[in-house]
């Protein structure tokens, strides 16, 4: 007669490998472009996404191309958005970044073409619902290929949606 834990190790085998699949298919189907953050404690889910989230510049051309910072709490009430936007420096800067009327206060409103980095904080005196146009900014080329543009950190958003330029000739 077997002993009743003689199973466990092919039953947590089981149980690893099953959920390893599922995470693994996730990952796989995840949409790209979406970031996901974990909202701290007091602050209203949010959904941040640039618009458009798909544009072409020709570096030929002395042409921006203007992307807005788009917030959605929808009824849900909101205090605070905090924002680091990435890009890749050497095929795009950013010029022109311009604040929103969405929020009260705009404490931080940066660009650090260096690093490839926009910083943007905005409070509201109190909290209520968010939705419109956080800033904007202009995308200038540098040098082809395609220049994606990524929320890095967030507080007050869960769900963060970036963009996808092609810099052509």
């Known amino acids: 007669m077997r002993n009743r834990w003689t ?15 599922a995470f693994s298919t996730w990952m796989v189907i995840k949409p790209r472009g979406e970031t996901t953050f974990k909202a701290e404690a007091g602050l ?7 618009f458009p989230q798909k544009g072409m510049i020709f ?5 921006t191309l203007p992307v807005g910072v788009l917030v959605e709490s929808g009824d849900k009430m ?34 650090d ?17 968010a939705n419109g146009i956080l ?5 200038r080329a540098k ?6 543009f990524r929320f890095k950190q967030s507080a007050g958003v869960e769900k963060a949606f970036g963009g996808t330029y092609t810099v052509t000739k």
């Open 78 to 111: 909101t205090e605070r958005v905090d924002l680091v936007i990435g890009f890749d420096p050497k095929l795009a800067e950013v010029e022109s970044l311009i604040k929103g009327t969405l929020f009260d206060d705009y404490v931080v409103t940066k660009v």
């Open 135 to 139: 800033a904007s900014f202009r995308i």
């Open 59 to 63: 570096l030929s051309s002395k042409e």
């Open 44 to 50: 209203a889910a949010t959904t941040a996404s640039l």
């Open 7 to 21: 199973y466990l190790p092919v039953v947590l085998g089981g149980l690893f490998l099953v959920l390893s699949v």
């Open 113 to 129: 073409n260096i690093q490839g980095e926009m910083l943007i904080s905005a409070v509201n005196e109190r909290a209520r619902a």
């Open 143 to 148: 040098m082809a290929g395609t220049a994606e």
